[in-house]
């Protein structure tokens, strides 16, 4: 019904910069919130940032201030811009949608993309 993709992890420098992209396939189903979730490893997955379908952003404590996330609803996708990156923001970043699936609202999950901050 609904797949994701994310792209543009890797690997950084601390203080370094870089933009994680997550294009949504939908048929016929509307995408709703979708947000970015950070897991290390041995660590419960957690939220970094989320953006529901009129542009209302939330964020992380630990993100605030260095991470924007954003949506561009005519291309299905959702992006985070990361500036600041320290090496405890690495991990496997999974872009999350929420799409109505039968009389309910289904989470959908991309496969993660890693990204490595280096000090």
Do not use: H
Not at 65 to 91: C, H, W
């Amino acid at each position: 019904q609904v797949q994701l993709v994310e792209s543009g992890g890797g690997l950084v420098q601390a203080g370094g910069t870089l933009r994680l992209s997550c294009a949504a396939s939908a048929s016929s189903t509307r995408i709703n919130n979708m947000g970015w979730y950070r897991q290390a490893p041995g660590k419960q997955r957690d939220m970094v940032a989320t953006i529901t379908r009129g542009g209302m952003t939330n964020y992380a404590d630990s993100v605030k201030g260095r991470f924007t996330i954003s949506r561009d609803d005519a291309k299905n996708t959702v992006y985070l811009q990361m500036t600041s990156l320290k090496p405890e923001d690495t991990g496997v970043y999974y872009c999350k949608a929420d799409a109505p699936y039968a009389m309910t609202v289904r989470g959908y999950w991309g496969q993660g993309t890693q990204v490595t901050v280096s000090s």
